[in-house]
């Protein structure tokens, strides 16, 4: 059986920067190609990382035959029609997140995955630091009681700039889709897909988001309480709330190397577990692992929690008059 999975990264952006820099950790998960529609820039990302093959079109990185997995890191509009080609030509993927700008695209990709049965999964590195999965399995014993409440916040103050991708709509920009999908995915986690959104918050004049604050509501009464913002800083830090204490999950806590256990009547407990390389390499592994056993989802990360995440996402940017749209 392999114990190799070849791999073609798609829009060597600053993001493919930092991920394609953790393979080295990951034994047997190989970069072989990269492909952008500018071939000079791929051929100079593959110049930069020691890569093999540079493609000047999307098109022809998914129809290279000597690639296994796509690591798919465009802007957030173009994961729907990239995803559909790649599953359509048998590749495996790792979609960055937002997985895609709408729920219809990203219950269109879901469905198109699970029928060819390649293996698909969002690029949402924070649940797989240590530190996260250690947080899971204090709560999975009961170290704090029954979760009853998530607060989570993550923002960058960034200057209005309409030329730049994170403020202009076609490009999927605004605060929800890049960081409030961490603060959502990190509730849905959790807590599960919520009963009701409420969300409230500001617009850029490119009509996406500058600022939103969620209530997650359940109808047990347990909630979540999420703050994204562009406009302005915000700490990143995330705390979980039971019924027998709480744990802080120290900033940034969408990569945290360090927990804080607060049981009910001890002292707190602090647990540092530190990533390997970047971070990027635990879900690289997952995906590597995943494909060489035969595995179409990730337990940790499975379809069914991206699409409850984008619908999330989707209905706040709704309350807040943005609509997006797939490329």
Do not use: C
């Amino acid at each position: 059986m392999s114990t190799t999975t070849r791999w073609g990264i798609v829009g060597p952006g600053r993001i493919a920067e930092n991920v394609v820099r953790d393979f080295v950790h990951v034994p047997g998960a190989e970069v072989t190609a990269v492909g952008s529609r500018s071939l000079d820039r791929a051929r100079a990302f593959a110049d930069q990382h020691g890569i093999g093959t540079a493609h000047g079109s999307y098109a022809d990185l998914v129809a290279d035959p000597d690639v296994d997995v796509l690591y798919l890191a465009t802007p957030h509009p173009q994961h729907h029609a990239v995803a559909l080609e790649a599953i359509a030509a048998g590749k495996h993927l790792l979609v960055e997140k937002a997985f895609t700008a709408t729920v219809a695209g990203a219950q269109e990709v879901v469905d198109a995955a699970r029928a060819a049965g390649v293996f698909v999964m969002e690029a949402m590195w924070t649940r797989f630091q240590p530190a996260v999965v250690e947080l899971r399995r204090l709560v999975a014993e009961g170290a704090i009681g029954e979760v009853r409440s998530v607060q989570a916040d993550l923002g960058v103050a960034r200057e209005f700039d309409p030329t730049d991708r994170l403020f202009a709509k076609d490009l999927g920009g605004g605060a929800l889709l890049d960081l409030g999908v961490y603060v959502v995915s990190f509730a849905q986690l959790l807590l599960g897909a919520p009963d009701t959104v409420t969300a409230t918050g500001s617009t850029f004049p490119t009509g996406v988001d500058a600022e939103a604050a969620l209530l997650l509501g359940y109808a047990d009464g347990r909630a979540a309480t999420l703050l994204t913002s562009l406009r302005n800083a915000l700490p990143g830090q995330a705390r979980v709330f039971g019924t027998e204490g709480w744990i802080d999950v120290l900033p940034r806590f969408h990569h945290p190397a360090t927990i804080v256990l607060h049981r009910a009547g001890a002292e707190p407990e602090e647990i540092t577990r530190p990533a390997t390389g970047t971070g990027y390499s635990h879900e690289i592994a997952e995906v590597h692992e995943g494909v060489l056993a035969g595995r179409t989802e990730s337990a940790v990360m499975p379809l069914s929690d991206t699409l409850a995440v984008m619908r999330v996402l989707e209905s706040a940017a709704t309350q807040l008059g943005v609509e997006f749209a797939e490329a």
